[in-house]
């Protein structure tokens, strides 16, 4: 394994959640953490979904955004801002802002799109 993933920004790529990813770090060399970076455009939103048995954390980078986990009622998060959402818990993010909200998606044990479970109907 490279000890240097360089950043390749032409590799992003849309998902059906809602927004647009660009993979930093996902192997099968290291199961124990993926990060990913996201992109969403202002006034969208993520589509509610949980990941089974893996615990996600978000590092809002650029932007400012309304997160909700679980239960609890939508949340303001800006810059350098970290959310903790443990295994299992439903998830969503809405970009308040007027530009791009970037942040952030740190999985372990790493991503992996079986683990996924959407919310919501898709449009």
């Known amino acids: 394994m490279n000890t240097i993933e360089r950043f390749q920004r032409d590799s992003e790529f849309y998902i059906e959640e809602g927004c647009h990813i660009t993979e930093l770090h996902n192997s099968t060399?290291?199961?124990?953490?993926?990060?990913a970076r996201?992109?969403?455009?202002?006034?969208?939103?993520?589509r509610l979904h949980f990941l089974r048995g893996i615990v996600e954390r978000y590092v809002i980078l650029e932007g400012c955004a309304e997160v909700r986990t679980g239960n609890e009622t939508l949340q303001t998060v800006q810059p350098l801002d970290v959310v903790n959402i443990p295994a299992g818990v439903a998830q969503n993010i809405v970009n308040t802002g007027p530009s791009d909200l970037i942040f952030l998606c740190i999985c372990t044990p790493r991503f992996s799109a079986v683990h996924y479970q959407g919310l919501e109907e898709q449009d």
Do not use: F, K, M, V
Not at 29 to 35: E, K, T, Y
Not at 38 to 46: C, D, V
């Open 38 to 46: 996201a992109r969403l455009e202002p006034g969208r939103a993520t």
């Open 29 to 35: 060399a290291d199961p124990d953490c993926s990060i």
